[in-house]
């Protein structure tokens, strides 16, 4: 073979000639050959240990009976293990007391992150933050329609929310509509406006924003002395909010503003619990068979609530 490489004319061709070139008949090299056999054993080899020959519902196993899914499987009950006594731990621990130990605070919030975008992000964005033109409130300031301490957010997840406001278009004149937006702007800017603050009064704005104009917690009512606005502070929103109101159904501009419920049944022991604390009962006391009817829509567990809402808590806005 070496010298048939050297001397052309000695090596029998293939009697193919184009343009007077001659194409020769040499064998592959040795090496090239051995890697072919190779890798055809590598391939049967594979065949017969893994999972191969597709077949109409299934596949053949393979000697070593291996898996995607089960070495998926192995891997998160790894995971699991390490995650299970905290998460048994968490399960008997209030928010408050998750906020107040370091440890548990970490676990909470690192297992959170996929929770988090997986169920709010699209709407609240990644850190809690929304694009302003999305319409969702900002999670990370320091402004709260329905309050903000934990079990105020935990409560606004469990239970979902909705502000309402009722258009005003048919109730105020169009004199009354500017005083009142200028009212606004003013109380934003933290001008006074004796006579807006007067028609805010007559027109019943109070009833639900305070007679401060401060907002109230248990409407969801946003705060309109500051400069943090829930839809915006831009003149001629601020004038669509009070003429088509918020959540209003009998008026199709007004603005849409509904948080889903995550869980009925948090959202009802929650509740009762409070309850229970405020009329000075015993917890323990609480009957659930009769509290709970069994059939609650649950879309995240208990224990993802609390999460989540210790996560949402230390976004920085908490208080
Ligand atoms: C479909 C969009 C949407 C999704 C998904 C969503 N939210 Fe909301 N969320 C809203 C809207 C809209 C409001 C404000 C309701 C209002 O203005 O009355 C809100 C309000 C809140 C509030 C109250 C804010 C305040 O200022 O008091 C919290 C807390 C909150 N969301 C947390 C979450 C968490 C945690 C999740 C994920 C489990 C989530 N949201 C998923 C739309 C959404
Ligand atoms: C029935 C209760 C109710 C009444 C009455 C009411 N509001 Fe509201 N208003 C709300 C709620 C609740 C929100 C916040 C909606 C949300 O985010 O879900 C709101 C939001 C607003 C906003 C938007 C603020 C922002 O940050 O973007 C403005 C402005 C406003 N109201 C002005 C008024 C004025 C002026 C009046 C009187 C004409 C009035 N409201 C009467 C409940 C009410």
Redesign the pocket.
Known sequence: MAENKNNPSQVGDTGHVWDGIRELDNPCPRWWLNSLWLSGLIVIVYFILYPSLPLINDSTKGLLGWTQIKEFKEDLAKVEAIRAPFETQLAAMSAEEILADQEMLNYAVGSSKVL?GD??A???GTGGAPAEAA???N?TDD??????SVN??QM??ANG???TMMAHANLLNETEVDQLVQFVVDSSNGTANEAGLALFNAKGCFACHGADAKGIKAM?SANLTDKIW?FSGDEEQIRHTILHG??DASDPETRI????Q?SEKVAIMLQVRADAIADEEDLNDIDWSDELEGDEAER?TETEIKK??V??YQFGGGQ
């Open positions: 988090y169920n709010c699209a709407c609240h319409g969702y409130p999670l402004d709260w329609l329905f309050g903000g105020e957010i606004s997840i929310r909705a502000g969801g829930r918020v959540n503003a509904v948080m889903p995550w995240l989540l809402a996560y949402v």
